[in-house]
T-cell receptor, first 112, second 111 residues
Framework: DADVTQTPRNRITKTGKRIMLECSQT?????MYWYRQDPGLGLRLIYY???????NKGEISDGYSVSRQAQAKFSLSLESAIPNQTALYFC???????????FGPGTRLLVL | GENVEQHPSTLSVQEGDSAVIKCTYS??????FPWYKQELGKRPQLIID?????GEKKDQRIAVTLNKTAKHFSLHITETQPEDSAVYFC??????????FGQGTILTVHP
């Protein structure tokens, strides 16, 4: 689904570095989400935003922060990356009165 | 908060057989239950969903059933094909819209 894009697609960083993952959507949705996927643990919600002025913590927000720069953009930051933040990160959107979430292609992050 | 348990974690079937994946949820206020399929290296994509005012929903070879009293719902795939091989996730949400996912089931369909 090219309507939800994520950059970068792959990233290798070192412990202690600050990194930002970006998500953009052209679906016109008001709701955006950041998930983390680890083997055997499914998709866990990090942060979510129901509009530009609304930011909410998910179940695993420690060590992460987000910024909703515009309706179409939602960024996830790791202020000081640590190895156990190595994972696959997905952005998702929903809106238009529907509950279906549409996922971006994912960002594979490796923290050394 | 909501807790979703999904079983089995892996499922192996022969082509043409049926596959069933089961999920339970904890929050009785949950009223929306989607199922997502994730192929290897791809993003999760919605395959079917059900709302709490419906007991069963079908779409060709896939169906979902919901038992609100027992707080469980299931995905049924009939006449499985090798292209059904993927990871399947169930999820639950209240009207507030925040999804809680199960741990996933790796389905392998052998030709």
């Amino acid at each position: 689904d090219a309507d939800v894009t994520q950059t970068p697609r792959n990233r290798i960083t070192k412990t202690g570095k600050r990194i930002m993952l970006e998500c953009s959507q052209t679906k016109g949705h008001d709701r955006m989400y950041w998930y983390r996927q680890d083997p055997g643990l499914g998709l866990r919600l990090i942060y979510y935003s129901f509009d530009v002025k609304d930011i909410n913590k998910g179940e695993i927000s420690d060590g992460y922060s987000v910024s909703r720069q515009a309706q179409a953009k939602f960024s996830l930051s790791l202020e000081s990356a640590i190895p156990n933040q190595t994972a696959l990160y997905f952005c998702a959107t929903s809106g238009g009165g529907g509950e279906t979430q549409y996922f971006g292609p994912g960002t594979r992050l490796l923290v050394l | 908060g909501e807790n979703v348990e999904q079983h089995p974690s892996t499922l192996s079937v022969q082509e043409g057989d049926s596959a069933v994946i089961k999920c339970t949820y904890s929050d009785s206020a949950s009223n929306y239950f989607p199922w997502y399929k994730q192929e290897l290296g791809k993003r999760p994509q919605l395959i079917i969903d059900i709302r709490s005012n419906v007991g069963e929903k079908k779409d060709q070879r896939i169906a979902v059933t919901l038992n609100k009293t027992a707080k469980h719902f299931s995905l049924h795939i009939t006449e499985t094909q090798p292209e059904d091989s993927a990871v399947y996730f169930c999820a639950a949400a209240t009207s507030y819209g925040k999804l809680t996912f199960g741990q996933g089931t790796i389905l392998t369909v052998h030709p």
